[in-house]
């Protein structure tokens, strides 16, 4: 009963801590005396420390058991939270951040594995349901934030996820299972990612995932400018339009939640891709001939839901593949992810025109790589 909430509320402390704070950043900034794009190099910085605790924790997960290792990680994060309000400059603050995304990623990498151990060949159920709830975090985290901002300072926000932390610890303490590590001493760091890698199976799936991230995050870089600038729309209909792509990415994983178990991983990746392409393609055609607003909305909440069908059955296929190696395939994705994530800003900086053209064909370029990369696994499944 308690499983599932309590490893979607440790993935959540990523999001909230990458969230949480956006609403405070030109205040920070203010603070210590800099210009916001300093306090922006905290993200980027977060990100950065995040992909390198993933490289590293995922195989010790699969080493020195993940009940132990996630019950670290939430010490540290919630030890770094509590310590960043007393930076006393804006290096320490960033330098703090990539810290504390280095240690709370020791506890989030574990979710999958344990996933997998539990639900084994219905791993991407049990990843949907978890994914179902974790999404509430990015939902509601700029509000928490604005919130605890109007109340008292952006000190507090910090505080905020120091006593997050900690609260999930003690369920962490009763609820979180020890999972098996059947290849405790079998494997090296570097021979666990060779497992990984080159095993041409999981590379479609592994590719598919980092395709998928480069759209998010094309999504993610670009829809502010899209939704503000470009149809100027308030910060409160942006507010909702934005939860609205939330709520689609959960009932798309509602959704597989219920057909995946009948249909399979496989079933259910082919039908989110030609869902994906077939929005995006409407997308495209949506701006291309500039017509309203309503528009762009109604194509690009299924081309999010479908998407996010394609990551989350993608991620279980690998993850059923690797059950002694669960941790760092993990490692794997999430490093990957944010690699290939981090293009998505310089790739439509370099293509910008001042519409949103060059979005949705990034979007659908990135779809259209997926099909490539499951060529072979679509077409046998006819």
């Not at 934030?145 to 952006?154: C, E, K, N, R, T």
């Not at 293509?351 to 779809?367: C, D, E, K, V, Y």
Request: aromatic residues 12%; proline residues 4%; glycine residues 6%.
């Amino acid at each position: 009963m308690w499983l599932l909430p309590l490893l979607a509320s440790i993935v959540a402390i990523t999001p909230l801590a990458i969230d949480l704070y956006l609403p405070a950043m030109p205040i920070i900034a203010e603070h210590y005396g800099t210009n916001i794009a300093a306090v922006q190099n905290s993200l980027s910085v977060y990100l950065g420390g995040y992909a390198l605790g993933m490289l590293i924790f995922g195989p010790l997960a699969d080493k020195m058991g993940r009940r132990r290792l996630a019950i670290l990680g939430l010490t540290g994060f919630a030890s770094v939270s509590l310590y960043i309000p007393f930076s006393v400059s804006i290096d320490e603050f960033i330098a703090l951040r990539g810290i504390q995304a280095f240690l709370g990623s020791a506890a989030t990498v574990v979710v999958p594995g344990i996933i997998r151990e539990v639900y084994g060949k219905n791993t991407a159920k049990g990843m949907s349901y978890v994914s179902m709830i974790m999404m509430f975090a990015p939902m509601l985290a700029p509000t928490i934030g604005s919130f605890i901002m109007y109340i008292d300072s952006w000190q507090s926000m910090f505080y905020f996820l120091c006593g997050y932390a900690c609260l999930i610890l003690l369920f962490a303490f009763k609820y979180l299972p020890e999972t098996k590590t059947d290849n405790k001493s079998e494997l090296s760091f570097l021979a666990s990612y060779k497992t990984v890698l080159l095993e041409k199976t999981a590379q479609k799936n592994i590719l598919t995932s980092m395709l998928v991230s480069l759209s998010f995050f094309s999504y993610l870089t670009a829809i502010p400018f899209v939704y503000l600038v470009i149809y100027e729309t308030t910060e409160f209909v942006f507010s909702f339009l934005f939860g609205i792509n939330v709520v689609a990415l959960m009932m798309a994983q509602f959704i597989n939640s219920r057909y995946v178990v009948r249909y399979g991983s496989h079933h259910m990746l082919k039908c989110g891709f030609y869902c994906a392409l077939i929005s995006a393609i409407l997308l495209v055609t949506v701006n291309v001939l500039e017509m309203s607003l309503f528009w762009t909305v109604v194509t690009i909440l299924p081309v999010m839901g479908s998407m996010s069908l394609v990551a989350v059955n993608a991620d279980s296929l690998i993850l059923i593949q690797f059950k002694q190696q669960s941790g760092t395939a993990t490692a794997v994705i999430g490093t990957l992810r944010f690699g290939i994530g981090a293009l998505a800003g310089p790739i439509l900086a370099v293509f910008h025109n001042g519409t949103a053209i060059p979005f949705t064909l990034l979007m659908l370029t990135a779809i259209l790589l997926i099909g490539v990369c499951q060529y072979s696994n679509i077409k046998a499944k006819h």
